[in-house]
């Protein structure tokens, strides 16, 4: 596993785990916009939005959760 598919699992895990946390919340906004709930079908448009997200993106949302 390479380093950004590591943070993108790092992501997801953590927003899976802290759903109402304010990091997870403001993760999600950035990546899914306004109004996304982080829900089952929320966790797998924000993996599908972190895959094709870019470099910088990641590191910043990574970021966050650290």
Do not use: C, P, W
């Amino acid at each position: 596993m390479d380093d950004r598919e590591r943070k993108i699992e790092d992501i997801i895990n953590f927003v899976n785990d802290h759903r109402e946390s304010m990091a997870s919340q403001i993760v999600s906004r950035r990546i899914l916009g306004d109004g996304y709930a982080v829900s089952g079908e929320g966790m797998n448009e924000l993996k599908n939005a972190l895959t094709n997200a870019g470099e910088e993106e990641i590191d910043s949302l990574f970021y966050i959760i650290k």
